[in-house]
């Protein structure tokens, strides 16, 4: 029987990492490891990383402007939207399977959130409450007629993009804009931390990390399996301290052009809810059996099946938490419209995420990928958009350049999983 294999775990992974006395691999051992690794087709999100730190560097040197504080924070609430959208598409495409309509199922998540809380006078948390059931009842529903019915989920998602637009129409009277007053609502993509609350984050999240590493490592060598060596687990604690710090202290300057009438300083509301969304998805992935079950139907569905794992459900799931996080996507792109249009959720907005989980790793064959790749993706799109748009480019540049760079990147995939079979 066929076994399923699992995202960065090829069957043929290289040379384990060799162990000294205590079961702890030297730090030399493991990057020879992580170097096979790469040699034998398991990029991983390399490319994204590489690609993120060349296109930043190029925009800062042609234009200094890009590495300032209020364009850096511009980066991070521009790209979210799509990050959120991207990461629920990134449960789907662990499965070989795509969704057409996230973009859509995003607006008209929108649609009923401002509805709701112009027209209807509902409190913040019931409308968005509302808003995220919506888009877990649309995952649903396309969820049963791919894994139930049988209906090829290109067909059954592109139906439900032509539809969505239709539904969106008629949610908003035919092409009514729809002002959002509500200030918990605003606040999400338009509202910032304290200077002291974005420190406390940061070291709550560093501490979390380290935490999780030790703790992780500690399991490992129980189990009587290699262990990371304490100076690469302090090299990761350490470089995420240091990144997050300068992060930090950059969104922490003042940002505003009249600080007499409005302070513009600190980390964006909208940066702390694409952590916690990351950090749920990677724990639902990597430590839980239903994260495992994904990556095993994706890697091979009648495998999976034979060995017991409930296919049909997980398809059904997955096609739920993508919509859901769709939802999310609407509510981040009304907040930073300050209204929902026909145009919320449309235009190029399924475009960038399908590309943010593409760019940054994710296969679209299906069984590899994780959360952070929508993330990694995702600032590059953000990255290319933003900085192509300091350099006076029109609009269909940027689609030109962001669609090659999707080539790029899903010819990297498609070359790089050959090279994992050869091998």
Same mark, same amino acid.
């Given at each position: 029987?066929?076994?399923?294999?699992?995202?960065?775990?090829?069957?043929?992974?290289?040379?384990?990492?060799?162990?000294?006395?205590?079961?702890?691999?030297?730090?030399?051992?493991?990057?020879?490891?992580?170097?096979?690794?790469?040699?034998?087709?398991?990029?991983?999100?390399?490319?994204? =990383?590489? @690609? #993120? $730190?060349?296109?930043? +560097?190029?925009?800062? /040197?042609?234009? &200094?402007? *890009?590495?300032?504080? !209020?364009?850096?924070?511009?980066?991070?609430?521009?790209?979210?939207?799509?990050?959120?959208?991207?990461?629920g598409l990134v449960f789907v495409l662990l499965l070989g399977e795509i969704d057409l309509s996230a973009g859509y199922a995003s607006g008209v998540c929108a649609a009923v959130l401002a509805i709701l809380l112009t027209d209807?006078?509902?409190?913040?948390?019931?409308?968005?409450?509302?808003?995220?059931?919506?888009?877990? =009842?649309? @995952? #649903? $529903?396309?969820?049963? +007629?791919?894994?139930? /019915?049988?209906? &090829?989920? *290109?067909?059954?998602? !592109?139906?439900?993009?032509?539809?969505?637009?239709?539904?969106?129409?008629?949610?908003?009277?035919?092409?009514?804009?729809?002002?959002?007053?509500?200030?918990?609502?605003?606040?999400?993509?338009?509202?910032?931390?304290?200077?002291?609350?974005?420190?406390?984050?940061?070291?709550?999240?560093?501490?979390?990390?380290?935490?999780?590493?030790?703790?992780?490592?500690?399991?490992?060598?129980?189990?009587?399996?290699?262990?990371?060596?304490?100076?690469?687990?302090?090299?990761? /604690?350490?470089?995420?301290?240091?990144?997050?710090?300068?992060?930090?202290?950059?969104?922490?300057?003042?940002?505003?052009?009249?600080?007499?009438?409005?302070?513009?300083?600190?980390?964006?509301?909208?940066?702390?809810?694409?952590?916690?969304?990351?950090?749920?998805?990677?724990?639902?992935?990597?430590?839980?059996?239903?994260?495992?079950?994904?990556?095993?139907?994706?890697?091979?569905?009648?495998?999976?099946?034979?060995?017991?794992?409930?296919?049909?459900?997980?398809?059904?799931?997955?096609?739920?938490?993508?919509?859901?996080?769709?939802?999310?996507?609407?509510?981040?792109?009304?907040?930073?419209?300050?209204?929902?249009?026909?145009?919320?959720?449309?235009?190029?907005?399924?475009?960038?995420?399908?590309?943010?989980?593409?760019?940054?790793?994710?296969?679209?064959?299906?069984?590899?990928?994780?959360?952070?790749?929508?993330?990694?993706?995702?600032?590059?799109?953000?990255?290319?958009?933003?900085?192509?748009?300091?350099?006076?480019?029109?609009?269909?540049?940027?689609?030109?350049?962001?669609?090659?760079?999707?080539?790029?990147?899903?010819?990297?995939?498609a070359l790089s999983r050959r090279r994992a079979a050869q091998r």
């Amino acid at each position: 029987m066929t076994t399923a294999v699992a995202p960065g775990k090829p069957e043929n992974s290289g040379t384990p990492p060799k162990r000294d006395a205590t079961g702890t691999a030297s730090l030399r051992s493991v990057a020879r490891t992580y170097a096979e690794r790469v040699r034998g087709g398991e990029l991983g999100a390399l490319p994204a =990383v590489l @690609g #993120l $730190v060349v296109l930043c +560097l190029f925009f800062a /040197v042609l234009r &200094p402007v *890009f590495l300032s504080e !209020l364009n850096f924070a511009n980066l991070l609430t521009q790209g979210a939207g799509s990050i959120a959208i991207a990461m629920g598409l990134v449960f789907v495409l662990l499965l070989g399977e795509i969704d057409l309509s996230a973009g859509y199922a995003s607006g008209v998540c929108a649609a009923v959130l401002a509805i709701l809380l112009t027209d209807h006078g509902w409190p913040w948390y019931g409308a968005a409450g509302a808003a995220i059931l919506t888009g877990t =009842v649309i @995952g #649903l $529903v396309l969820g049963v +007629l791919v894994a139930k /019915v049988g209906i &090829p989920s *290109f067909v059954v998602t !592109l139906a439900a993009f032509l539809g969505f637009q239709g539904i969106v129409l008629m949610l908003l009277k035919e092409g009514t804009n729809i002002s959002i007053q509500d200030k918990t609502i605003l606040a999400i993509a338009n509202s910032n931390l304290s200077p002291a609350l974005g420190w406390t984050l940061l070291a709550v999240c560093v501490a979390a990390y380290a935490a999780v590493q030790l703790r992780q490592n500690r399991n490992r060598g129980r189990r009587g399996l290699a262990t990371a060596p304490r100076s690469l687990i302090a090299f990761r /604690v350490g470089g995420l301290a240091v990144l997050g710090a300068v992060a930090v202290h950059l969104l922490n300057q003042e940002r505003s052009r009249n600080v007499i009438v409005d302070s513009l300083k600190g980390v964006p509301i909208v940066v702390p809810v694409i952590v916690v969304l990351l950090v749920a998805g990677t724990f639902v992935l990597q430590r839980t059996s239903f994260g495992l079950h994904i990556y095993a139907v994706g890697g091979n569905a009648e495998a999976a099946r034979r060995a017991g794992i409930n296919v049909a459900a997980i398809r059904v799931s997955a096609f739920v938490i993508c919509s859901a996080l769709a939802a999310v996507g609407g509510i981040i792109a009304a907040s930073r419209g300050n209204s929902v249009d026909p145009n919320t959720g449309g235009s190029n907005v399924l475009l960038l995420a399908v590309g943010a989980a593409v760019i940054g790793g994710t296969s679209l064959f299906g069984g590899r990928g994780r959360v952070v790749d929508a993330v990694l993706g995702g600032m590059v799109v953000a990255v290319i958009q933003n900085g192509m748009g300091l350099m006076g480019y029109s609009s269909g540049v940027k689609y030109a350049v962001t669609g090659s760079v999707l080539l790029v990147a899903a010819g990297v995939d498609a070359l790089s999983r050959r090279r994992a079979a050869q091998r």
